[in-house]
């Protein structure tokens, strides 16, 4: 089964990107392919508990990704950009795993496909 | 080979669809079997409504691949919320959901994706 490699490196809004990124992710997981999320970079900002997008009409991330496991999709957060960014692990969602920068490059060394969410121009 | 290019920009603001036109081109010329997925803005690259004037047409480029015999989809949700409907497309062109992709993803051996 091939494996799906999702990243997302940028802040949760803004832009579509990140709310993009979960259609994938979702679609893609729900179609039975192994599918793992990675957010690095900004986008680990994705998982900040507490976000209230509402008041700027957009729909919680946070919730979001905290779903990606009933669609069968991994989460992994890298620490390097948590600590980057004076973040906690409690700050942040459950994700199935805390990893390194070095155990990101295993994943996308065993990774059939890899989308990268990046916003930017 | 089977490559999938996955194509996330519109046309003229960036070159992705551009770079993923030539090298398609190429690989079919090359005998390779070649998708390409238009995901996001990537997917008002096949409006048939594209007049660029004096500058290259890209949904004439999209129809010059599907002849080819490369296999274009786009992703019908991505279209719908950019206004782009199934009568609009580039004759050929697939109007699909992420299942065509997931279907082409299962024994392909090369996805490249061009986003930003």
């Known amino acids: ?12 809004y803004g832009t579509a990107t990140c709310a993009e990124a979960f259609r994938t992710i979702t679609g893609l997981a729900g179609m039975d392919i192994e599918t793992a999320t990675v957010l ?10 507490g976000q ?15 779903m990606l496991g009933d669609f069968g999709a991994k989460l992994y957060i890298v ?6 960014r004076n973040l906690k692990e409690e700050d942040l969602i459950p994700a199935d795993k805390i990893i390194t920068m070095d155990e990101f490059r295993k994943l996308i060394e065993e990774s059939h496909c890899i989308i990268t969410f990046h916003a930017g121009g | 080979m089977k490559f999938i290019f996955m194509v996330r920009t519109g046309p003229y603001s960036y070159q992705n669809i551009d770079t993923a036109y030539h090298l398609a081109k190429r690989a079919v010329d090359k005998g390779h079997d ?6 996001e803005d990537g997917t008002i690259n096949t409006n048939s409504e594209i007049k660029s004037l004096e500058e290259r047409n890209i949904a ?3 129809k010059e691949l599907v002849d080819k015999g490369v296999r274009i989809g786009v992703c019908g949700t991505c279209a719908k919320f950019r206004g782009i409907s199934k009568k609009s497309i580039v004759e050929g062109v697939k109007y699909a959901g992420l299942a ?5 993803i299962q024994d392909c051996d090369r996805f490249v994706s061009f986003g930003y």
Not at chain 1, 2 to 11: E, G, H, M
Not at chain 1, 40 to 49: I, L, M, N, P, Q
């Open chain 1, 52 to 66: 209230n997008p509402s008041l700027i009409g957009m729909k919680s991330l946070e919730e979001a990704y905290s």
């Open chain 1, 40 to 49: 690095v970079g900004d986008g680990v900002f994705v998982a900040k508990r």
């Open chain 1, 79 to 84: 620490r390097e950009s948590i600590e980057e």
């Open chain 1, 1 to 12: 089964m091939p494996k799906a490699l999702i990243i997302v490196d940028t802040a949760p």
């Open chain 2, 34 to 39: 070649v998708f390409i997925y238009l995901y």
């Open chain 2, 100 to 104: 065509l992709l997931v279907g082409e």
């Open chain 2, 60 to 62: 004439e480029m999209m």
